[in-house]
């Protein structure tokens, strides 16, 4: 079965600082789509990214980067000089395929960024 | 482009009422939505797959009596909770599968339904 953890519940920095949310998952299947996810308290989600299995570079997008690594099942996501408008859950997400199928969401890290 | 619209995006209702809530794909069909429910501070679990013209699938533990899914066509599912109680407010939130795009789900913005 598929499962994707986040450690971390909740996390609170300053302004301009560095933040890491962790991600782990399991699953059986070598072929799989991981997703970051973004909710504000307003409710809707918002896609940050995808990645699929086969492919293990490093993304950056701005202040936002996502290391995935395979051999440690983890696909972790760093804020470079958080701001207060990065307050927000965050859900790392699994699917098994890219069609959505066995879209399984991790539990969430609740992120405030103090002024 | 794949834009899911959800609608209403707030409801508060009496304790026995029925709420139905729309699920559209505005610039892409669907042959496949995904509802989920979300509690306060807690994660999206997944309530049923809906697929276009065909019975939705439950996932365990989701009373297919009490929360009622029609896909009736390629843009537009909904799912309908039935006499609906306080145990039932939450966070509904609605997902369309667009094949070819990325990401491989679209969400709509939720409905968050509260029951007095």
């Known amino acids: 079965a598929q499962k994707v953890t986040q450690a971390q519940t909740e996390i609170s920095v300053v302004e301009k600082e560095d933040v890491t949310l962790d991600c782990v998952y399991e699953t059986r299947d070598t072929t799989y789509y991981l997703f970051w996810y973004k909710q504000p308290p307003s409710g809707e989600l918002a896609f940050l990214i995808r990645r699929n299995s086969f492919d293990e570079q490093n993304e950056i997008s701005g202040r936002y980067s996502w290391n995935f690594q395979k051999s440690t099942s983890s696909f972790n996501f760093t804020i470079t000089a958080s701001q207060v408008v990065d307050s927000a859950v965050y859900f790392c997400a699994l699917s098994e395929n890219n069609y959505g199928q066995n879209f399984v969401f991790g539990p969430g890290t609740r992120l405030s960024v103090l002024p | 482009g794949a834009v899911v619209s959800q609608h209403p995006s707030r409801v508060i209702c009496k304790s026995g009422t029925s709420v139905k809530i729309e699920c559209r794909s505005l610039?892409?069909?669907?042959?496949?939505m995904f509802w989920y429910r979300q509690f306060p501070k807690q994660s999206l679990m997944l309530m049923a797959t809906s697929n276009e013209g065909s019975k939705a699938t439950y996932e365990q533990g989701v009373e297919k009596d009490k929360f009622l899914i029609n896909h009736a066509s390629l843009t537009l599912s909904t799912l309908t909770v039935t006499s609906a109680h306080p145990e039932d407010s939450s966070f509904y939130i609605c997902?369309?599968?667009?094949?070819?795009?990325?990401?491989?789900?679209?969400f709509g913005d939720g409905t968050r339904l509260s029951i007095l």
């Open positions: 997902s369309a599968r667009a094949t070819g795009h990325a990401p491989a789900q679209h």
């Open positions: 610039d892409f069909q669907a042959t496949t």
